[in-house]
């Protein structure tokens, strides 16, 4: 499983609050991303990680956020959560800078009522 | 147009049949070629990754590459119900760290 672990794995929030997940990683990988998955639409990037404190984003990066203050952890912040914000979250790990190779962590189901 | 596509199906297979799973993607992507299974429920998890053009297999699984025609493709030999799940082709686009990924095909494996 890549050492990886996503917190929380499911979260029932409403609109307008601020929500945090927590992708935690165990094997000092350089690479973290955040995906979201929802129907129709397959995996779509919302930021990635190339080192800490070293982020940049993805094509649906809007009403997002994420830090990197240590390599174990990438955070993904929603400051303020709509409905459209409901999905599934994936964290991934790239197995190296000489391969493209992802890997998946759980995921967190996310809903905003 | 979309960079990585895949037909969303389901393709229903009998027990024991070859299923063919096909990915076309457009000519900015790069070199790089992956196939993820996605069982209901759960996240993805990575079957084959092929580089070079022509085949590569790996039990019961073949990936085939064509980059001239821009596709490739995922074979599953003596398929079983097991195998019945969302394929995602992904591919790495040109010059950047990131994966694009095809909105997955739906196996379904009939006994």
């Known amino acids: 499983d890549a050492g990886i672990t996503q917190s929380p794995r499911h979260k029932v929030t409403e609109t307008g609050t601020p929500v945090t997940l927590r992708c935690h990683q165990t094997e000092n990988h350089r690479y973290m991303y955040w995906y979201r998955q929802d129907p129709g639409h397959g995996l779509r990037l919302i930021h990635y990680?190339?080192?800490?404190?070293?982020?940049d984003k993805g094509e649906v990066s809007d009403g997002y956020s994420v830090s990197r203050s240590k390599t174990e952890d990438f955070l993904l912040t929603l400051e303020s959560a709509t409905s459209s914000q409901t999905s599934v979250y994936f964290c991934?790990?790239?197995?190296?800078?000489?391969?493209?190779?992802?890997?998946f962590g759980p995921g967190t189901r996310l809903t905003v009522l | 147009q979309k960079e990585v596509e895949q037909n969303s199906g389901p393709l229903s297979v009998p027990e024991g049949a070859i299923a063919s799973l096909n990915c076309t993607y457009s000519d900015r992507v790069s070199q790089s070629f992956f196939w993820y299974r996605q069982y209901s429920g759960k996240s993805p998890e990575l079957i084959m990754s092929?580089?070079?053009?022509g085949d590569k297999e790996d039990g019961r699984f073949t990936a085939q590459l064509n980059k001239a025609s821009q596709y490739v493709s995922l074979l599953i030999r003596d398929s079983q119900p097991s195998d019945s799940a969302t394929y995602l082709c992904a591919v790495n686009m040109l010059g950047t760290d990131k994966l694009i990924f095809g909105t997955g095909t739906r196996l379904q494996v009939f006994p």
């Open positions: 991934a790990i790239r197995s190296g800078t000489e391969t493209d190779t992802q890997y």
């Open positions: 092929i580089y070079s053009n």
């Open positions: 990680s190339y080192g800490v404190k070293d982020t």
